[in-house]
T-cell receptor, first 115, second 116 residues
Framework: SQTIHQWPATLVQPVGSPLSLECTVE??????LYWYRQAAGRGLQLLFY??????ISSEVPQNLSASRPQDRQFILSSKKLLLSDSGFYLC??????????????FGPGTRLLVL | AQSVSQHNHHVILSEAASLELGCNYS??????LFWYVQYPGQHLQLLLK??????LVKGIKGFEAEFIKSKFSFNLRKPSVQWSDTAEYFC??????????????FGTGTRLQVTL
């Protein structure tokens, strides 16, 4: 069965410091991968998605970047964190089902607090 | 671009009460629809989904949702809630013509609190 891991689970970082959040998926190959952010009191906002190694699409202009160095690894980065980068970051992978639609499955998330 | 509205931000129900959470979306094309649930301290989990066919879909734990295309709605229902249904519920939509990736647009979520 497929599993998705994210780490770290919680992170407290000072403003201006770099960031690297990692997401890995097991039990599937060539998944589509996604990064979302959930700010307090708001829904999930899609940040980046990837349909293959080295292929990254950005949904919102911001202080963050993403990379996919391996098929089942997705990394979210920043060179200099801002206070507004605080939030709950979720990684997801997707699979196509028999009904023809694509379903996303989410990881446990990383809670980031920038001080 | 599509958007999703969940009008109930916080719902408090007694056990055995019936539940209906509203979800409306705006998009002119064909969509796939989802409800996800996040129990306290747990991952975001898929409750149910609609791609095509019967507009009344059944999910896990006794939940169901009905897609009403004319109303752009996908409301979640459960006839009798349990204390263990206390969680945050998210409606999500993706346009079916987005190419190779499924880009979900989420509502802001509804926090359900079930009291004993």
């Amino acid at each position: 069965s497929q599993t998705i891991h994210q780490w770290p689970a919680t992170l407290v970082q000072p403003v201006g410091s770099p960031l690297s959040l990692e997401c890995t998926v097991e039990g599937t190959s060539n998944p589509n991968l996604y990064w979302y952010r959930q700010a307090a009191g708001r829904g999930l906002q899609l940040l980046f998605y990837s349909v293959g190694i080295g292929q990254i699409s950005s949904e919102v202009p911001q202080n963050l970047s993403a990379s996919r160095p391996q098929d089942r690894q997705f990394i979210l980065s920043s060179k200099k964190l801002l206070l507004s980068d605080s939030g709950f970051y979720l990684c997801a992978w997707s699979a196509w089902g028999l009904a023809g639609g694509e379903t996303q499955y989410f990881g446990p998330g990383t809670r980031l607090l920038v001080l | 671009a599509q958007s999703v509205s969940q009008h109930n931000h916080h719902v408090i129900l007694s056990e055995a009460a019936s539940l209906e959470l509203g979800c409306n979306y705006s998009y002119g094309g064909t969509v796939n629809l989802f409800w996800y649930v996040q129990y306290p301290g747990q991952h975001l989990q898929l409750l149910l989904k609609y791609f095509s066919g019967d507009p009344l879909v059944k999910g896990i734990k006794g939940f169901e949702a009905e897609f009403i295309k004319s109303k752009f709605s996908f409301n979640l229902r459960k006839p009798s809630v349990q204390w263990s249904d206390t969680a945050e519920y998210f409606c999500a939509v993706n346009a079916r013509d987005t190419g190779t990736a499924s880009k979900l647009t989420f509502g802001t979520g509804t926090r359900l609190q079930v009291t004993l």
